[in-house]
């Protein structure tokens, strides 16, 4: 699966938000120290900022507000997530955190507060997604990249058991961009 097959899906907006005519992924990958997914800067270049089927956000490397921007919530949710474990255990997070490799990288969240982490081990065009519950233990990994998880969680293809019963709709097939 693609970018397009998601696109074909939701169509991305025509001007995304917070995204540069000419996106530096070179200055933001060194400031995170990976090598990001293509997946993930051809959605950031496609979509921007916004909120994804009625309620997915996917941090934007390029966003000025620090809580939708793909570092500063890498560092700020890794912090949350190493403390997590130490006080709770891999029950709760059951996975080492960035940036330990492999480990949980933070690339968005979702309205109910849930974060989407890609599990960084091997080669960034193949990192799993893993879907961890917000206020509780509850954790779930997916064997796709970011896209295809999108796509497949879309067509019901896959189901994520910590999303709302009944999401998505096809109603929910929509992105509304942030406004800047």
């Known amino acids: 699966m693609s970018i397009r097959e998601l696109c074909k899906l939701v169509p991305p907006p025509t001007a995304p938000a917070a995204v540069p005519a000419r996106p530096n992924w070179s200055d933001i990958e060194e400031g995170i120290g990976v090598t990001l997914p293509r997946d993930y800067k051809q959605f950031v270049e496609l979509y921007g900022t916004g909120l994804f089927a009625g309620l997915i956000r996917i941090f934007n490397a390029f966003e000025p507000d620090p809580y939708g921007e793909l570092n500063s919530s890498i560092v700020r949710i890794s912090a949350y997530l190493r403390q997590r474990r130490s ?29 989407l982490q890609w599990y960084t081990k091997g080669r960034p065009n193949q990192w799993s997604v893993v879907v ?49």
């Open 132 to 180: 961890l519950e917000g206020r509780g233990g509850r954790w779930q990994e997916f064997d796709c990249t970011m896209t295809e998880f999108l796509t497949r969680a879309l067509t019901k293809e896959i189901r994520c058991k910590i999303w709302p019963r009944g999401w998505p709709r096809k109603s929910t097939r929509t992105f509304e961009p942030y406004d800047q």
């Open 87 to 115: 006080d709770y255990g891999a029950k709760v997070v059951p996975y080492e955190v960035y940036p330990s490799r492999p480990g949980l990288m933070a690339f968005g969240n979702d309205e109910n507060g849930n974060e």
